[in-house]
Every structure is written in structure tokens, then in C-alpha cells.
């Protein structure tokens, strides 16, 4: 006895086949735009975190907190990190590209920073908040990364080289 093809069965199942190769197409090329984006986004901060302009902020803020102070200066560098930490917030950029080119530098000038935000929050309650994202999220990061422990990164001690090399940046 010959069998027959259910031809309406085998359209729902091209359709239906179809249908998951459209969206794994729209998944993948949603996934490239966001890493695309991402890097876009990526070496714009690093032009501007490298340009003449925000080394030299980087420089002086570096060498305020060395000698104690917090130097006008180190608002333009730390607002830099709050954008930063503002575009990882709205998902703009991916962690891992941001934390691949900055997760030194975003944890030592929020910890190096800490006690002077802090002291401005009596004021400024949300100041500077989207940094400390970032600065935690960077930490958590590195542990995962290298396995380093981030409890012991937390505090301003642990970073005294970077600051250093900070203020001599060129």
C-alpha cells in the first residue's frame, strides 16, 4: 500500500523550520551590532582617555591624590569613568570590551577616590554613583578573569603604583 504525503505537514514544518532560522539570523546579527557597537563606543573612550588633554588631567588628578588632595582635575577624570560606567549601566557597551581596555584604571582612581566621593555625597547623594558601578563590576570582573581577590583591590593602598604611573603618564 503506497503512502501518502501529508502536504499540509510537511508546509508547517518548512515554515516552522523557517521561521527558527529567521530568528537564530536575527540573534546572530543583533549579537554583531552589539559588539560592533560596543568597540565603536569602545575607541571613543579610549581616544578621548588618551588624547593630550585628559593625560594631562590624568597626570595632575594622579598627583593630587599622591599628595592627599583632590585637584579640580580629577573631576574631569572621574567624570570620564561615570560616563563609562553610565554606557555599561544602559547595556551600550559590553563588559567585557570595556573591562579589557580599562579595568586597572576604572577600580585605582574609584578607590584612590573613595573617601573624597564619599565626603561629597553629605551633599551629592548619587555623585559619581555610575562610577562605583563600574569600579565593583571591574573588580568582580578581574577575579573571574585571573582569579585575583577582589576584597583585597578595594582600598587605596593597592593603588599607589598605578597612581604613580599615572602621574608620570605621557
Not at 68 to 74: L, N, P, Q, T, V
Not at 129 to 146: G, Q
Amino acid at each position: 500500500m503506497a503512502s501518502t504525503i501529508d502536504w499540509a505537514m510537511v508546509s508547517a514544518w518548512a515554515a516552522m523550520v523557517t521561521a527558527v532560522g529567521a530568528i537564530v539570523a536575527i540573534w546572530l546579527q543583533n549579537r554583531h551590532a552589539t559588539v560592533t557597537r560596543s568597540l565603536d563606543i569602545l575607541f571613543r573612550l579610549e581616544a578621548k582617555f588618551d588624547g593630550d588633554r585628559m593625560k594631562q588631567l590624568r597626570r595632575t588628578a594622579a598627583s593630587g591624590f599622591l599628595a592627599g588632595r583632590f585637584s579640580d582635575e580629577a573631576y574631569y577624570v572621574l567624570d570620564f569613568f561615570e560616563e563609562a560606567g553610565l554606557l555599561l549601566r544602559l547595556k551600550a557597551i559590553h563588559e567585557e570590551i570595556l573591562f579589557e581596555s580599562f579595568y586597572h584604571s576604572i577600580p585605582a582612581y574609584w578607590f584612590t577616590a573613595k573617601k573624597y566621593v564619599v565626603e561629597m555625597r553629605r551633599t551629592n547623594p548619587e555623585l559619581y554613583d555610575n562610577l562605583e558601578l563600574v569600579a565593583e563590576r571591574a573588580l568582580r570582573y578581574s577575579t573571574r578573569k585571573i582569579g585575583q581577590d577582589a576584597a583585597r583591590s578595594g582600598d587605596a593602598s593597592s593603588w599607589k603604583y598605578f597612581m604613580e604611573r599615572e602621574a608620570q603618564a605621557s
